[in-house]
């Protein structure tokens, strides 16, 4: 149990265009998803907790009009990408929170998403 | 300011060795301290975590040793595998706060045969 995918795994695109990457929480519900990213051979940056219904909370120097993240059930979120630019290439990983039932401070992780922009 | 303080920043073992990886917080309010694993192009993996009420927690082959007064925690890997090789990442939560995790910089474990 406790599985979360991210899809795509993989996306390469071309600069100026947006990007939405899909997470979601396979048998379990979650109401506090997170996004982070992370450079090579560098540890995972917070970027945002979204919680299921609700407009998500970004971290300092996190551009939320950059970073569109909605969390619009208790199995899915989306973060989109706005207008890529070369710099936006990473990876992007999400977690997520079991919601009561299973340890309170525990997260899953989604594999991850490579994005490069060209 | 990082919170969480990971050394060594890589570390190589031989196979049967014991891999031990040490990270120091400042936070007096963080009460969940897990281990992730992570290999290359994949999402980091909960390896074991521990709560300040247990000095010492062990899951098989790893074990946590947790020092509240000196707020340091460690990871060590007995019997370590080739398998064993990936980047080790300990965090850091404060319950409450939504359970944002703050990480250290990792450790590139490498055991060798």
């Known amino acids: 149990g406790a599985v979360v995918s991210q899809h795509p795994s993989r996306v390469i695109c071309k600069s100026g265009t947006s990007v939405k990457i899909e997470c979601r929480s396979l048998?379990?519900?979650?109401?506090?998803m997170f996004w982070y990213r992370q450079f090579p051979k560098k540890s995972l940056m917070l970027m945002a907790t979204?919680?299921?219904?609700?407009?998500?909370?970004?971290e300092q120097g996190v551009e939320k009009d950059k970073f569109l993240i909605n969390h619009a059930s208790l199995t899915l979120s989306t973060l989109t990408v706005t207008s890529a630019h070369p710099e936006d290439s990473s990876f992007y990983i999400c977690?997520?929170?079991?919601?009561?039932?299973?340890?309170?401070?525990?997260?899953?992780f989604g594999p991850g998403t490579r994005l490069t922009v060209l | 300011q990082q919170q969480v303080k990971q050394s060594p920043q890589s570390l190589i073992v031989q196979k049967g060795g014991i891999s031990i990886i040490n990270c120091a917080y400042e936070?007096?309010?963080?009460?969940?301290f897990p281990w992730y694993q992570q290999f290359p192009g994949k999402g980091p993996a909960l390896l074991i975590a521990?709560?300040?009420?247990?000095s010492e927690k062990k899951e098989g082959r790893f074990t946590i040793s947790f020092n509240k007064s000196a707020k340091q925690f460690s990871l060590h890997i007995m019997d370590s595998q080739p398998g064993d090789s990936a980047t080790y990442f300990c965090?850091?939560?404060?319950?409450?706060?939504?359970?944002?995790?703050?990480f250290g910089t990792g450790t590139r474990l490498q055991v060798t045969l």
């Open positions: 977690s997520a929170r079991a919601n009561s039932g299973r340890a309170g401070n525990e997260q899953f």
């Open positions: 965090a850091a939560s404060v319950r409450g706060t939504a359970s944002k995790l703050t």
């Open positions: 521990i709560r300040p009420d247990v």
């Open positions: 979204s919680n299921e219904g609700s407009k998500a909370t970004y």
């Open positions: 936070n007096t309010a963080f009460d969940y």
């Open positions: 048998d379990f519900q979650a109401t506090t």
